[in-house]
């Protein structure tokens, strides 16, 4: 079995594989404050609490966008695993041709999920991974990886705009009846909701247009299948892909 781990702004992802099978995957809030021990604490419990037994683990694999944890996630692992995880970054085989102006600058996460969407889904591609920052990222015909959109997430437009007004309170993120809200946290909700998909539409259309060619477009992260039922352009949600995609690579370095 391989462990894979996605260490994300929000969110730790954690996944284990038995061959492509995926046994389980869970999330646990990230902690900045958190040391090696108190993750591997965690890690270790949520194996245990799926029935997985550490020495049934043959390797791990991870990718953070968390500079801060790296270290800390690395000794975790290693207390779980007893050997070295293999990091997502500079000298790790991925397959992908990234065109970017500085393809180090590219987060591992994106990485993962450019390799899981070309391995599973037609070419050219769009990917969407929508949790603190909207993210989409485009492979074009050539499975060549040439370039990503960031904007902000959902939940943290919600929040800014809360924290910035006086008179607008948090809410929580669902989908109102209408689209024209009769109360403030409807008209909150709309914007956030029906907003996001209306510019993921509008995204999707522009970046096509510069590529030259219909997409398939894919959404991932914890906000995909909130915002892609409104959304009028066709996306497909796949919230593991990240995982998959670390999988991916794994086997592909531990080949080499």
């Known amino acids: 079995m391989i462990l894979t781990l996605s260490v994300e702004n929000t969110y730790v992802v954690l996944g284990v594989f038995d061959g492509e099978e995926l046994k389980f995957s869970s999330r ?3 902690d900045r404050k958190k040391t090696g021990d108190e993750y591997a604490v965690a890690f270790r419990s949520t194996l245990e609490l799926h029935g997985i037994r550490r020495t049934d683990i043959q390797g791990g694999i991870v990718s953070s ?12 692992l290693r207390l779980i695993l007893g050997r070295e995880p293999m990091v997502v970054g500079p ?24 390799v899981a969407a070309t391995a599973e889904y037609p070419v050219p591609l769009i990917v969407a991974d929508m949790d603190t920052a909207t993210t989409l990222l485009a492979v074009n ?6 370039g990503t959109v960031i ?14 007004c006086d008179q607008l309170p948090r809410i929580s993120l669902e989908a109102p009846k209408e689209v024209i809200g009769r109360n403030t946290v409807d008209c909150m909700r709309s914007g956030a909701v029906f907003g996001t998909a209306a510019m993921l539409d509008g995204l999707v259309e ?19 299948g909130l915002i892609t039922p ?9 919230e593991l892909l990240m995982l998959k995609g670390l999988r991916l690579i794994y086997e592909k370095n531990a080949r080499k």
Not at 141 to 146: G, I, T, W
Not at 152 to 164: F, K, N, W
Not at 230 to 238: P, T
């Open 230 to 238: 409104h959304c009028s352009r066709e996306i497909l949600v796949d």
């Open 151 to 164: 904007a902000p997430g959902t939940a943290l437009s919600a929040q800014a705009l809360a924290d910035a």
């Open 206 to 224: 522009r970046m096509e247009r510069q590529m030259g060619s219909r997409c398939t477009v894919i959404a991932t992260g914890t906000l995909a």
């Open 91 to 114: 000298g790790v085989k991925t397959g992908l041709n990234i065109l970017m102006d500085n393809p180090a600058s590219l987060g591992s996460d994106l990485v993962a999920a450019a």
């Open 65 to 76: 966008v968390v500079p801060a944890l790296i270290r800390e996630i690395r000794q975790a």
């Open 141 to 146: 015909e050539k499975r060549n990886f040439v």
């Open 28 to 30: 646990m809030a990230t």
